[in-house]
């Protein structure tokens, strides 16, 4: 087992105190947005070994890529090949961030092939798919928690749009209500996206002006507009449910459903990929043809999932991934150690009190890696997170 050493990521979008706060240090004045936690070739964690040397420092992936089968099992290497299958993040949100979508599995093999055979280089701006995996993902709130996840009925959204009393918004109305669910997302989309800039950004400030004077339902699109005075992606925002998550409550976001993180500080775990491809919301690039053919055009209710519990005192969030699990133990003061073992890797992150694990003592946002087959015992008071691969 080993202490994580872990890099926080400070993209403009993140809060300046949610990631600070946790840790019990004084902000930087800098955006914190993600703390990542694994084996990530863009910021892996590092760890310290006992070597013939005495101890030296490396990143994980070096230890990963010397020893796959024992830091992994056999069983992970058979299914994701040498590397570790899930990246696990603190993230917090202080402004949106783009409204996304991830492809499935097949859609980024087929557009990564597409794009290594035309020499799209990798870093390029306009490059789409960054490698040949899909990324579903899990954010478990540990704060109050805000976002949006799925298309909302096309009649809800169409409400929505016409109680701003904006003149340019009827066509979009109108769609909405006149057609089948399917080419009626589809083409309000298509159409939002491929609008004049100029016109659309007028819209969508007249948009944001009725929004904010309406208030209630309509604030958070007034706030999003905030962030991104002009940008379509507020329009592209309005198509889509608007969730609000209690700490412990958590969304799956799976392949083709777009979504989006307004504000709060949670547990993110994804499938180790960098595939995006943005709806709005963002000055980077949008493809639009190849977003229109991987999101899943239809009204989905977000599904807020609740821990499962065991008779053992874990706590399951139960999601059709195969490269994650995540659960929570919550362990009280003088209760027998919790054992954990799995014959997968896992990461272990304390989001609360003080967690003892093997010879550790982890306190807010501090974690460790624990190779697979290594059986470690933790004891509280806290709360502590389980990463590991699905069985």
Same mark, same amino acid.
């Given at each position: 087992m080993d202490r994580l050493s872990n890099?926080?990521?400070?993209?403009?979008?993140?809060?300046?105190?949610?990631?600070?706060?946790?840790?019990?240090?004084?902000?930087?004045?800098?955006?914190?947005?993600?703390?990542?936690?694994?084996?990530?070739?863009?910021?892996?964690?590092?760890?310290?070994?006992?070597?013939?040397?005495?101890?030296?420092?490396?990143?994980?992936?070096?230890?990963? =890529?010397? =020893?796959?089968?024992?830091? &992994?099992?056999?069983?992970?290497?058979a299914r994701f090949g040498p590397r570790l299958p899930f990246? &696990?993040?603190?993230?917090?949100?202080?402004?949106?961030?783009?409204?996304?979508?991830?492809?499935?599995?097949?859609?980024?093999?087929?557009?990564?092939?597409?794009?290594?055979?035309?020499?799209?280089?990798?870093?390029?701006?306009?490059?789409?798919?960054?490698?040949?995996?899909?990324?579903?993902?899990?954010?478990?709130? &540990?704060?109050?928690? =805000?976002?949006?996840?799925?298309?909302?009925?096309?009649?809800e959204a169409a409400d929505a749009m016409e *109680?701003?009393? +904006? =003149?340019?918004?009827k066509p979009y109305v109108d769609l909405l209500r006149a057609h089948p669910e399917e080419a009626a997302l589809r083409e309000v989309l298509t *159409?939002?996206?491929?609008?004049?800039?100029?016109?659309?950004?007028?819209?969508?400030?007249?948009?944001?002006?009725?929004?904010?004077?309406?208030?209630?339902?309509?604030?958070p699109y007034a706030r999003i507009a905030h962030h991104f005075p002009g940008d379509p992606g507020v329009l592209?925002?309005?198509?889509?449910?608007? +969730?609000? &998550?209690?700490?412990g409550e958590a969304l799956f976001l799976g392949a083709g459903v777009p979504h989006a993180y307004l504000d709060g500080l949670g547990v993110e775990i994804m499938a180790n990929s960098d595939n995006v491809l943005r709806c709005g919301l963002t000055p980077k690039h949008i493809d639009v043809p190849e977003l229109l053919r991987i999101v899943r055009f239809e009204a989905t209710e977000p599904g807020v999932l609740r821990p499962e519990a065991a008779p053992s005192g874990?706590?399951?969030?139960?999601?059709?991934?195969?490269?994650?699990?995540?659960?929570?133990?919550?362990? *009280?003061?003088?209760?027998?150690?919790?054992?954990?073992?799995?014959?997968?890797?896992?990461?272990?992150?304390?989001?609360?009190g003080s967690v003892t694990v093997g010879e550790l003592t982890l306190v807010p946002g501090e974690s460790a890696y624990v190779p697979a087959d290594e059986t470690v015992e933790a004891t509280g008071p806290g709360t502590l997170f389980r990463a590991t691969v699905a069985a």
């Open positions: 890099t926080v990521r400070p993209y403009a979008w993140g809060s300046t105190t949610a990631i600070p706060a946790l840790l019990g240090i004084a902000p930087t004045g800098e955006p914190q947005a993600e703390m990542w936690m694994g084996a990530h070739p863009g910021a892996p964690s590092r760890i310290t070994r006992t070597t013939a040397s005495g101890e030296t420092e490396l990143a994980l992936t070096e230890a990963i =890529d010397t =020893d796959p089968e024992g830091e &992994l099992g056999a069983q992970t290497v990246l &696990l993040k603190l993230l917090a949100a202080g402004a949106p961030l783009s409204v996304q979508v991830h492809p499935n599995l097949e859609q980024a093999g087929e557009g990564y092939a597409d794009e290594e055979a035309r020499g799209v280089p990798i870093d390029a701006p306009h490059r789409t798919y960054k490698d040949a995996n899909h990324k579903p993902e899990l954010i478990c709130a &540990l704060t109050p928690f =805000d976002g949006l996840c799925g298309f909302r009925r096309p009649t *109680a701003l009393g +904006v =003149d340019s918004l *159409a939002i996206l491929g609008a004049e800039p100029a016109e659309m950004a007028e819209t969508v400030a007249e948009a944001a002006a009725a929004a904010e004077r309406l208030g209630g339902a309509h604030a592209a925002a309005m198509l889509l449910n608007y +969730v609000q &998550l209690q700490p874990e706590e399951l969030y139960e999601t059709p991934a195969d490269e994650f699990a995540l659960s929570r133990y919550t362990l *009280a003061s003088g209760a027998a150690p919790t054992e954990l073992t799995a014959a997968t890797p896992q990461i272990l992150l304390c989001t609360a």
